[in-house]
């Protein structure tokens, strides 16, 4: 009879185990992605605080210059675009990343034209108020890059405990799959111009 029970004493211990250790990866995998989740509202804060500034920028450069139009329409259209692309937290998909990184950098490169363009206006330029929000746009272009690094390590916390052994195994039963970096936009790697 005592011969009986250890069979099943050791697959009590070993169901205990596996069971465990299944319970172990399942909160590492809840507590990443919510680490995830948390730099990913912080992204979006950052670019949301962008979003914000633009128009007290635009209303600036206005007031002061007689200023191409085609510049401004593009930097208020690209922040149109910029703010109408969300990601949920839960959809991270490099897909939807791409996707939502394409708006914010074109949003990028209209106002660098109309910061590049603003240098002809010697005015605009010594304006108190200008100085203040190029100042604050630069500072949020700078949290924007903190946030996206912040993002991109937690990204790769969790894909990596995602891909190793035996946590890959419990991964795919409990329906964790990868999720997607920020990239740099192409051409990044390519130092700008600057002529005077």
């Known amino acids: 009879m005592k011969k009986a029970l250890i069979p099943?004493?050791?697959?009590?211990?070993?169901?205990?185990?596996?069971?465990?250790?299944?319970?172990?990866?399942?909160?590492?995998?809840?507590?990443?992605?919510?680490?995830?989740?948390?730099?990913?509202a912080e992204v979006e804060t950052q670019y949301q605080r962008r979003a914000d500034l633009i128009p007290n920028l635009v209303s600036t450069v206005r007031g002061y210059a007689d200023f191409e139009r085609e510049t401004l329409e593009g930097v208020i259209n690209?922040?149109?675009?910029?703010?109408?692309?969300?990601?949920?937290?839960?959809?991270?998909?490099?897909?939807?990343?791409?996707?939502?990184?394409?708006?914010?950098?074109?949003?990028?490169?209209?106002?660098?034209?109309?910061?590049?363009?603003?240098?002809?206006?010697?005015?605009?330029?010594?304006?108190?108020?200008?100085?203040e929000l190029q100042a604050q746009l630069e500072g949020t272009e700078n949290r924007i890059a903190v946030a996206r690094r912040n993002f991109n390590q937690s990204v790769q916390a969790f894909n990596s405990n995602l891909r190793t052994f035996p946590n890959n195994l419990f991964a795919g039963w409990y329906g964790f799959e990868a999720k997607g970096y920020f990239e740099s936009a192409p051409g990044a790697e390519t130092a700008p111009q600057v002529q005077f």
């Open 8 to 40: 099943i004493i050791i697959i009590a211990i070993v169901g205990i185990f596996i069971y465990t250790k299944a319970v172990g990866v399942y909160n590492s995998f809840v507590q990443t992605e919510e680490t995830i989740n948390g730099q990913w």
């Open 78 to 131: 690209a922040r149109a675009k910029a703010t109408s692309v969300n990601v949920d937290a839960n959809n991270l998909t490099p897909e939807n990343l791409a996707q939502y990184q394409e708006a914010q950098d074109q949003l990028s490169g209209a106002l660098s034209r109309l910061l590049v363009t603003v240098e002809r206006y010697p005015d605009l330029k010594a304006n108190q108020n200008f100085l």
